[in-house]
């Protein structure tokens, strides 16, 4: 028996309505990233725990897709309503082992239970057609009808959002899931799962695996009762699940990688530019998929505008999200740390500068990187090429709109985009032009429950929230009936 059962608290997989794996032979360590300390132990499940989610998800679909919309609305305004009581214990949860700030994990608590209450409501919206048929003893009639068990794998980087974002319209819908969480973030996953359960949504509707991802996640590719992947983490992952996918022709959902072009017109109201580059640069300490990544500022107003933004980041406090007025906690673990530590030195080694870097935390086992402003960087350097995922700010300079324009669009990229400025005509002609499925028009912060999440190119398939987010879990069937008439 692991050592690590006898030493810390272990958080037990939901599967079928029943807590299980404290038995387990392999426990994985969850820490706080803002101080190394080990906050609890989870089971490493794998093959055998990732099929029994399986058996119990296409179980339930028989009966859960069989409740009318207004069943299953009322069940999901259960679990909303129990989110909301215990949002700050469901927030401190996520600060202790994502380390985003308090104030920003009860934000994202708040913006996950948004997702519910939003596809509650939905999932009584999920309209059919009749069309005009060309024969008059023919009718035609359009259904939609949800696509089975769908299997989640989400990241660590919002451990509450990504799972409703993917499991309210997938349970809406009339469907089924199997979740696998981050390893570095399953607490806050399975707070959610307890409190689905508390809320008498049925076993086996939600089912939460944690464990050796790769295998669990071999384990739902290849089985065909899972119809839907839907995923949101790397390119990299992303691309292995879509090849694993075509095996048996299973649906995917992909919310990757980005890489995104924050860009500063000569006509911009320069003081809301450097306000919406920190909130769009250092949330969650940058770690977010539509994270500004590469600055374009336009030559005549590069200076004020650097020394407007230097002044803005003076304000940011640095520290454990747990204490009060935190702006920017630590990065995720070391690997991520390292990568951005690479990604500074790549720079200065070839002509890049830091003009600031912020205060930190001499907490030696904490990974913070301290917000830094780069300048002097061209287009050819990682950190313009790489997602950062961490709070440094890489300033480059450009003289015309057809320049920014095509440097902003020379990315395997296509997630997020931001631009400034006060021009309606630019306005139109830039956000028209950038291949990006998301742009900040003199906004740092376009996130909302109601709005279409998603990304062209190497950024993903399909589309997450609002009316859209649904779709990706519905099939459409067509009726074609003859009568005697
Ligand atoms: N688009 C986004 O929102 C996100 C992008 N990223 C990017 O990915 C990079 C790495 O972050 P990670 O968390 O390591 O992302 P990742 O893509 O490695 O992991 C995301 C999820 O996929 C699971 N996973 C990993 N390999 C798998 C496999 N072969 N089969 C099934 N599941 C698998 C992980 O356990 C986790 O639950 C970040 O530095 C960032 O660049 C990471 C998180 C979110
Ligand atoms: O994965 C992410 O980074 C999130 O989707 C970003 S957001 O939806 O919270 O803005």
Known sequence: MSQIKEKYEVYPMYID??????DHEYYTKV???????????????GTYEAKLAVD???????????????????????????????????AKLMTIEQGKPLKEALGETVYANGFISWYAEEGKRVYG????????????????????????????NFPAAMITRKVAPALA??????????TQTPLTALKLAELAHEAGIPKGVINVVTGKSSEIGDVWLKDPRVTKITFTGSTEVGKTLMVGAAENVKKVSLELGGNAPFIVMDDANLSKAAVGLVQSKFRNAGQTCICTNRIYVQESVAEEFTALFTKELEKLKVGNGLEEGIDVG??????????VKTLVEDATNNGGKIVYSGNKPSEENGYYYAPTILTGITDEMACMKEEIFGPLAPITTFKTEEEVIERANNSNYGLAAYVYTENLSRSFRVTEALEYGIIGLNDGTPSAVQVPFGGYKESGL??????????EFLEVKYISIGLDI
């Open 462 to 471: 399909g589309r997450e929230g609002g009316h859209f987010g649904i779709e």
């Open 17 to 22: 309505g029943a807590w299980v794996g404290n």
């Open 31 to 45: 820490t706080n990233p803002a101080t190394g300390a080990v906050v609890g132990a989870i089971p490493t499940g």
């Open 129 to 156: 057609e009749t069309i005009p048929a060309s024969q008059p003893n023919k009718r035609i009639l359009v259904r939609k009808e949800p696509v089975g068990v769908v299997a989640a794998i989400t990241p660590w």
């Open 330 to 339: 630590p990065l995720i673990d070391d690997a991520a740390l390292e990568k």
């Open 56 to 90: 119990a998800a296409h179980t339930a679909f028989k009966t859960w897709s069989k409740k009318t919309a207004e069943e299953r609305y009322h069940l999901l305004m259960n679990w909303y309503r129990l989110i909301d009581e215990k949002k700050d214990e469901i």
């Open 173 to 182: 819908a009339g469907c089924t899931t199997v979740i696998k969480p981050a």
